[in-house]
């Protein structure tokens, strides 16, 4: 089992900055991804931004050219920055890890994004 804590959710103004991180329990191995995902009150969760171990990074057209996924797998942490924030971005932000060798798929408890217009 792996838990998945999240940090650097809060309120900010339209056109500011946060930084989310995220940081795995233990030590992960093998072929898989690391991303963010969000889901705003009444919508369906949505991917943000997902990061393989090696690989190229794949954005919701969204938040392409505002949001930058990166990982430190020494740390088993993922992390988004998050630039020229809009109120539209506000939402809950989900850390997702999901294995593809082996297969396995966590979540983290959501922290919550506010953009204030």
């Known amino acids: 089992q792996v838990q998945l804590v999240e940090s650097g959710g809060g309120l900010v103004q339209a056109g500011g900055s946060l930084r989310l991180s995220c940081a795995a329990s233990?030590?992960?191995?093998?072929?898989?991804?690391m991303g963010w995902y969000r889901q705003a009150p009444g919508k369906q969760r949505e991917l943000v931004a997902v990061?393989?171990?090696?690989?190229?990074?794949n954005y919701a057209d969204s938040v392409k050219g505002r949001f930058t996924i990166s990982r430190d797998n020494a740390k088993n942490t993922v992390y988004l920055q998050m630039n020229s924030l809009k109120p539209e971005d506000t939402a809950v932000y989900y850390c997702?890890?999901?294995?593809?060798?082996?297969?396995?798929?966590?979540w983290g408890q959501g922290t919550q994004v506010t953009v204030s217009a």
């Open positions: 990061m393989p171990v090696v690989g190229s990074t």
């Open positions: 997702n890890l999901k294995g593809i060798r082996p297969s396995y798929d966590y």
């Open positions: 233990r030590v992960i191995s093998g072929l898989n991804l």
